[in-house]
């Protein structure tokens, strides 16, 4: 059982690309980054399994926007690379959750300089930029929305609402850092948000390109295509029905069921796998003041 752990480790190392990461999250000593140990955002991005899922299901909904999809498309090396771009997202959200306040915002600053030089025309001719302030709403709802979401469904279902808002609250900061406005930072104002968005959402071929390249990429083992087969569904889950059903994957209450009770099922053995997180090294790097970390 231990060689199975160590080679579950293995294999989520180089998926999010944890050995080679450049952020060293043991230091400064004491410093609390961006949020902090007692934050709903350490606890709701702390867990692989639900992130896993949820960045899935976030790539999904944001490529429901015409202009969020032509960015990407344009831009992005997504066609080569999904998982590449999947990392840099993953490694993104863990250096400006867990990584000490200093290396959060240069993190944030090197995005916008990114963001400033990705423009272009959408093929009904509107155009795009990367750092339009409400186009960068959608994404960070989009991504915040459907990582709470997998939270709820695979780690802590009776995540009570005043934390669920707490979490909203806490990560619009980054998000405005980013550029972004009129930020939603409560579960009412989000769902309004996503409301008030549908009129613009389309489900086009270039966003069906995209979730068939998502869906091919992953392990070509058995094991890991069974596991990735199972993270695709446990994304597709946690989208809003109405997303779903404009995206053409329309899933039963029972293959729903099947894919809640294996996520949990594997959840723990993966929890109880990995070390060395990026949660772990910053709350050793917090705890060497004294400051109490949350369980």
Known sequence: MNLFR?????????????????????????????????????????????????GIGALLLQMLHPLALAGVWDHST????????LRRTSQFIAITTYASRQQAESAIARVRAIHQQVTGTAPDGTPYRADDPDLLTWVHVAEMRSFLASYLRYRSPNCSLSEQNRYYAESARVAVALGARQVPTSVSEVADYLEQMRPQLECSERTREVARILFRSGPQDMAGRRAARLFMNAGIDILPDWATQQLGFARSHVQQAVTKRSVQAVAPIIRSSVSGTARELAEKRVQATGQPASL
């Open 6 to 54: 160590k080679a579950i480790d293995r294999r989520i190392a180089d998926l999010t690309g944890r050995r080679h990461s450049p952020v060293d999250y043991t230091t400064p000593l004491g410093d609390p980054g961006l949020f902090g140990p007692d934050s709903a955002v350490w606890r709701v991005h702390g867990d692989f399994t639900a992130m896993m899922c949820g």
């Open 78 to 85: 997504f066609r080569d690379d999904m998982l590449g771009r």
